[in-house]
């Protein structure tokens, strides 16, 4: 019988080290909602622009020497990717990307900028997995899933043990609530197991919200058919994983879905009272807070997860009023 690695909270506290040792921490931001300090961890910030380096790099240097030779295949709309990429260029590893042909360009470009090679397909009627495994077994190289794997729940976890030191230094609560982004779930399944004391709350676009309808179901259920277009990319996971299902189903984690409208307004929020960028599946954490649709208290942690926006379509937004 083959024993499935799980993901552990040792795990994330070694990754965090690795990390630390090469990257600094993403800045913490502090506004008051109703009188209560509200705080943003902005993963925005990174080197790629989204969280995804964390568990890359916990993943990547996890592999041995034969292992780093034959290289790697990971497949992601951009954001993933571009971690996969950087962690490869930095540790010599080769890497080839899957990428939607319907990937936003600046993504595509920084990936292909990192040294990866990117192999295009259609998002509509071919299967990712399918090609990734493919290439993969073909080459010899290791598959590193965009969130179905325990080394990439570590090190996404990682977040969290930085903004709770962050917390403590600046004389706040410790995390109590947590809203993130999901798309497969590895960053919200990362950051419960990082912070088992606070409680998630996984937030989706409306139509992709697959995790909140397992989550309340008890078992995974799938997008529906025909899913509505979303500005979310990152967050067009079909079908949640077994592994990160089932760390926040345990964790009794809660689900919100928000509106495209809600998304744009919390990009235009986060630009105008953060002065950040953040893109669509970035902003659905801050969407839902600003929507109403999690309550503050103390010790509230809002992810802004990635600010990897396109040019065209975030001048849109912050020229729109709705």
């Given at each position: 019988?083959?024993?499935?690695?799980?993901?552990?909270?040792?795990g994330?506290?070694?990754?965090?080290?690795?990390?630390?040792?090469?990257?600094?921490?993403t800045?913490?931001?502090?506004?008051?909602?109703?009188?209560?300090?509200?705080v943003?961890?902005?993963?925005?910030?990174?080197?790629?622009g989204?969280?995804?380096?964390r568990?890359?790099?916990?993943?990547?240097?996890?592999?041995?020497?034969?292992?780093?030779?034959?290289?790697v295949?990971?497949?992601?709309s951009?954001?993933?990717?571009?971690?996969?990429a950087?962690?490869?260029?930095?540790?010599g590893?080769p890497?080839?990307?899957?990428?939607?042909?319907?990937?936003?360009?600046?993504?595509?470009?920084?990936?292909?900028?990192?040294?990866?090679?990117?192999?295009?397909y259609?998002?509509?009627?071919?299967?990712?997995?399918?090609?990734a495994?493919?290439?993969?077994?073909?080459?010899?190289?290791?598959l590193?899933?965009?969130?179905?794997?325990?080394?990439v729940?570590?090190?996404?976890?990682?977040?969290?043990?930085?903004?709770?030191?962050?917390?403590i230094?600046?004389?706040?609560p410790?995390?109590?609530?947590v809203i993130?982004?999901c798309?497969?779930?590895?960053?919200?399944?990362?950051?419960?197991?990082?912070?088992?004391?606070a409680?998630?709350?996984?937030?989706?676009?409306e139509?992709?919200?697959?995790?909140?309808?397992?989550l309340e179901?008890?078992?995974?259920?799938?997008?529906?058919?025909?899913?509505?277009?979303?500005a979310?990319d990152a967050?067009?996971?079909k079908?949640?994983?077994?592994?990160?299902?089932?760390v926040?189903?345990?964790?009794?984690a809660?689900?919100?879905?928000?509106?495209?409208?809600?998304?744009?307004?919390?990009?235009?929020?986060?630009?105008?009272?953060?002065?950040?960028?953040?893109e669509?599946?970035?902003?659905?954490?801050l969407?839902?807070l600003?929507?109403?649709?999690?309550?503050?208290?103390?010790?509230?942690?809002v992810?802004l997860?990635?600010?990897?926006?396109?040019?065209?379509a975030?001048?849109?937004?912050?020229?729109?009023?709705?």
């Amino acid at each position: 019988m083959t024993i499935v690695r799980q993901p552990t909270r040792a795990g994330v506290r070694d990754a965090a080290a690795k990390i630390a040792a090469i990257l600094p921490q993403t800045p913490i931001f502090i506004t008051e909602f109703r009188g209560i300090p509200v705080v943003f961890k902005a993963e925005s910030l990174q080197p790629v622009g989204a969280f995804k380096i964390r568990g890359a790099w916990h993943r990547l240097t996890a592999l041995d020497d034969a292992a780093r030779e034959r290289g790697v295949v990971a497949f992601s709309s951009g954001n993933h990717a571009q971690g996969v990429a950087w962690a490869a260029r930095r540790l010599g590893i080769p890497a080839v990307i899957v990428m939607p042909s319907d990937a936003p360009r600046t993504k595509l470009e920084a990936t292909l900028a990192m040294g990866a090679e990117v192999v295009r397909y259609d998002r509509a009627t071919e299967s990712r997995e399918k090609i990734a495994a493919h290439l993969a077994h073909a080459r010899g190289a290791v598959l590193v899933p965009s969130f179905d794997d325990p080394w990439v729940i570590e090190g996404q976890g990682t977040a969290g043990i930085e903004a709770m030191s962050q917390m403590i230094e600046a004389k706040l609560p410790d995390p109590a609530r947590v809203i993130v982004p999901c798309g497969g779930g590895g960053l919200a399944a990362g950051l419960a197991i990082a912070l088992p004391e606070a409680e998630m709350v996984v937030v989706e676009p409306e139509g992709w919200d697959d995790m909140r309808r397992s989550l309340e179901a008890g078992w995974i259920e799938p997008v529906g058919d025909n899913p509505p277009p979303t500005a979310c990319d990152a967050l067009q996971t079909k079908l949640v994983s077994p592994l990160t299902f089932d760390v926040l189903s345990r964790r009794g984690a809660l689900g919100v879905a928000v509106s495209e409208a809600e998304v744009r307004e919390a990009q235009r929020w986060a630009a105008a009272k953060l002065r950040l960028v953040v893109e669509p599946g970035g902003a659905v954490a801050l969407a839902a807070l600003l929507a109403g649709k999690v309550a503050v208290e103390p010790g509230l942690l809002v992810i802004l997860s990635g600010g990897n926006a396109d040019p065209d379509a975030y001048a849109r937004v912050l020229g729109s009023k709705d």
